[in-house]
């Protein structure tokens, strides 16, 4: 097992990051201070492979407390589900002190941690994380949200845990396709901050898609050491924490305007390649480096170019996403592997022959 610090001015958190762990959750929680009650939020899918296991180390530490269960699905993060939430959490009798588990991937943890940053003004909050996604991203940097009609976590808090346990044993159960969209983020890290972390990626992108317990510990705890870092220098995103959307000005552009038929991480790999290519083209980073991204990309399964999508709804969506200051669209390029920077000086026009693929 490995630990990492989130070291805040206040409420720091470890991340532990291991196989097998889940089952000590509920020792962990004593540890902490806690006791009588814990609730656990999870998805349907999620509460069939690992609620039980969950459960049964807070029973054994002498917890007591239900499972809530709401249905699996991006689409079901919405006030109206919150709401379900508070209703279930009320005739639990949940208390200040309650910790409340998000057990499940990153749409468990926005939503269960919005849940318990706004109920009671906030009662604690443990991560954990059950996608190759939420591990090394989501359950780390203490965002939460739900989202408003189409618009995408709209409506949310900063809210801390006070504990993430990753156990990867739980990513052997994940869909093909999950596992590929947390790549994504981890192919980001690597890209923006850590040439060493890329050039493991691409030694052991084969155990990893086969999901090797020790390689899948190396890569979220060194993925969590990065968020964790990043997290730790700039807790509200005001700075820093900015080159984390490196992929994400043209992704979740390009996300929206697929309807959300697209992964996120599926749109976050068309948009590093869109980004790199971009990157190339202004004389920043060379083409050895936009090839080696592409391939790992690729070879964890992602797609790095989009058929048939409307660019000029691409170009507009990006005005409208909610880091723009200042009408400006704010680009994450690329030196170098592992070296990134920010600028807003990216034209349009530009943007639009890279995602054409000419010019
Ligand atoms: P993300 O972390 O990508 O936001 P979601 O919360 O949308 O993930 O979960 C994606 C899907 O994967 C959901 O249907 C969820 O029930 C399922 N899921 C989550 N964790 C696991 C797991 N460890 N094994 C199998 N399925 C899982
Ligand atoms: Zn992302």
Redesign the pocket.
């Known amino acids: 097992m490995q630990t990492i610090k989130v070291e805040l001015e206040r409420n720091s958190y470890e991340v532990r990051v291991g196989a097998g762990i889940l089952p000590r959750a509920g020792a962990w929680l004593r540890d902490l201070g806690y006791s009588g009650k814990a609730v656990i939020i999870t ?1 349907t ?2 509460k069939g ?1 690992y609620a039980d296991v969950l459960s049964g180390g807070l029973a054994r530490a002498g917890f007591s407390g239900g499972i809530l269960e709401i249905p ?3 689409g079901l993060k919405t006030l109206e589900i919150a709401g379900g939430l508070y209703e279930r959490l009320t005739d639990a009798y949940v208390e200040r002190t309650t910790p409340v588990i998000a057990l ?5 943890g926005d939503i269960a941690g919005f849940v318990a940053a706004t109920y009671l003004r906030g009662v604690p909050l443990v991560q954990v994380p ?2 190759l ?2 591990q090394v991203d ?1 359950s780390v940097g203490g965002k939460t949200a739900v989202d408003h009609g189409l618009l995408k976590n709209m409506i949310g808090a900063f809210y801390q845990p006070r504990l993430v346990i990753a156990d990867v044993d ?2 052997k ?3 093909a396709d ?1 596992l590929s ?1 947390g790549m994504a983020e981890v192919v980001k890290h690597a890209a923006i901050l850590d040439a060493g972390l890329f050039h493991y990626l691409e030694k052991n992108i084969a155990e990893i898609m086969a999901r090797d317990a020790g390689v899948l510990e190396e890569i979220v705890a060194r993925n969590v050491r990065i968020k964790a870092g990043v997290v730790a220098q700039d807790e509200r995103e005001t700075g820093l924490r900015a080159v984390l959307n490196f992929g994400h000005t043209v992704g979740h552009a390009v996300e929206a305007v697929s309807g959300f038929t697209l992964k ?1 991480g599926q749109a976050v790999a068309i948009g590093m390649a869109a980004e790199a290519e971009i990157s190339r083209r202004v004389g920043k980073l060379n083409d050895d480096a936009v090839s080696r991204l592409k391939n790992l990309l690729v070879e964890a399964g992602l797609p790095v170019s989009v058929l048939d999508i409307d660019i000029e709804a691409v170009v507009s969506a990006m005005r409208h996403d909610k880091k723009v200051t200042a009408g400006h669209v704010r680009f994450v390029l690329l030196d170098a592997i592992g070296e990134a920077y920010v600028t807003d000086a990216v034209s349009p026009s530009l943007v639009r022959e890279v995602l054409s693929g000419h010019g």
């Open positions: 998805d899918t999620v492979l699996p699905g991006e499940g991937g990153g749409v468990i059950t996608t996604l939420a989501s739980t990513l159960t994940l869909p999950e969209n996120h």
